[in-house]
């Protein structure tokens, strides 16, 4: 398995998120936690016991449980300092799952999967703790998401110093996603994903959020090199010259896969067996049927 991400600089970026406490850079786990929501609303079934995982204010739990579709729901995070007063947190490291087997009904992932190195391994850890017929419902930072970030900041190392390293993680497609939920043994698979336009002053305060919300680089092989304030001033007016709007603001793209997969029940809808078709296609489309020459 390739270490793509620093785990323990993850869990760093997190805590101090925490402590900083910005609740207004929390908008876009409040999109994702009101969006599983309504997804969940509009699923005719009632889920017993359901987990979070990783969702840092809890409030897609929340958003959750005022669906009315939640029996009673726990959450999974990396250290209790995440736990409102008296709340049930279990403790466990981001890739890791310490649930019994066939223990839940419903598994709600907001925006924490696109950081993990062993992505599959979490996808079958989640398959493998949901009872049959449970569900997996997952917000994950797809591709597209700070491409303008990305951009200006190869930019500008490019112009500064000759060379370049990566400054903003890898984000994963639709495609990719759908193929994890396969290759876990989830059925009935829905992939989309939505595109968020945030605008900002400029690059300071993008980055500011960034921070407060425990996204800046945690890439493994990052360069260990501070950048100086110079780069950021250049960087800021790349920024500004490539993606702003005429009022002189700068935008900044966010793009959330939304994904849900069940796990394998005998009730489920089953695709037919080739031949078995009662009706001709043909005679659906009120067209003639002419035979391919061989």
Known sequence: ?????????IA?????ALAQGDHKAAFLLEIAAQELAERLSVIERHFDEAVELHGATGIAARAALSTGKIGHIKRIESERGFAALNEELIEAPLEELPLEADSVNLVLSPLSLHVTNDTPGVFIQVRRALKADGLFLAAIPGLGTLQELRDVLLATEIEMTGGASPRVIPF???RDVGGLLQRAGFTLPVIDAETYTVRYDNLFALMRDLRAMGMTNPLADR???????????RAAEIYAERYSDPDGRIRATFSIIYASGWTPHESQQKPLQPGSAKARLADALKVEEHKLKQ
């Open 223 to 233: 360069s260990r090199k501070p950048l100086t304030r110079a780069f950021f001033l």
């Open 12 to 16: 760093a970026h997190r805590r101090r």
């Open 1 to 9: 398995m390739d270490i793509v991400f620093d785990q323990s600089l």
């Open 172 to 174: 994963a497609d639709v």
